[in-house]
């Protein structure tokens, strides 16, 4: 599947502030792998170093606590515009999955909605909401499973296009999410425990070097120590 690489946003400060010299003035370009620089405040995106220009130009007109307090917590709202930044590419994501696996031009309204109520968890019987990025990772995982139900339900005369499927899918996938959820904890086990091993034999490594070292240094030792005595006795 092509996957989105790079998303813009305005930023609010030299949109509006700087002049424009006519070069993308305000166009700030995050790419998917480095997003970094980029500052989400009040619900407005800037670059880095307009948010600090802004903030302290604010200051040196009236010391308001409100900027002094935007610049000592920068590196939250740099985390917040990552978190939205990611998030609009996990959706993304899912939405491209959706019009490849069940080729579709359009993704019916109808099933937006219901998109946009799972990941806000408000589908009758959902205890949580299902982040973009899990739905995505579950579908992919689940592909295969859910194909051969719609197989079964045609052989049994029950057919349905597409958008009938993606609807039927949907259901599956929210009905599947709390033993998704106890497969990923069990992998993080799994990886914790390995990444311990991993550490173990690490140490033990270092412990051997460490102790060949220590023979080797009692070795040079003991040969300083037979040059002195040679050299007291010759
Ligand atoms: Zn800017």
Not at 31 to 41: A, G, M, P, T
Not at 70 to 83: D, G, S, V
Not at 89 to 102: A, G, I
Not at 183 to 206: C, G
Request: hydrophobic fraction near 35%.
């Amino acid at each position: 599947m092509c996957i989105k690489k790079s998303v813009t946003r305005t930023c609010s400060y030299c949109e509006c502030v700087k002049v424009d010299d006519g070069i993308n003035l305000g166009k700030i370009l995050i790419y998917r792998d480095s997003i970094n620089n980029v500052i989400l405040f009040d619900d407005k995106y800037y670059h880095k170093d307009c948010f600090l220009e802004m903030c302290n130009k604010k200051i040196e007109k009236r010391k308001l606590q409100k900027w002094i307090l935007a610049i000592e917590n920068i590196k939250l709202y740099e985390i917040a515009a990552q978190t939205a930044i990611k998030e609009h590419f996990n959706k993304d994501d899912v939405y491209r999955w959706m019009l490849e696996s069940y080729t579709l031009t359009v993704i019916p309204s109808q099933t937006w909605k219901k998109i946009n109520r799972i990941y806000a968890g408000e589908i009758d019987g959902m205890s949580i909401g299902i982040p973009p990025e899990h739905l995505y990772d579950m579908w992919k995982r689940k592909i295969n499973y859910l194909n051969k139900i719609w197989n079964n339900n045609k052989t049994k005369g029950k057919e349905m296009d597409g958008a009938q499927k993606l609807n039927y899918d949907l259901t599956v996938l929210v009905n599947q999410y709390d033993s998704y959820l106890s497969w990923l904890n069990k992998q993080k086990i799994l990886e914790a425990e390995e990444n311990t091993i991993h550490t173990n034999i690490l140490q033990n490594v270092d412990l051997q070097k460490m102790s060949k070292q220590n023979n080797n240094n009692k070795n040079s030792n003991n040969e300083n120590m037979d040059d002195l005595l040679n050299e007291l006795f010759d």
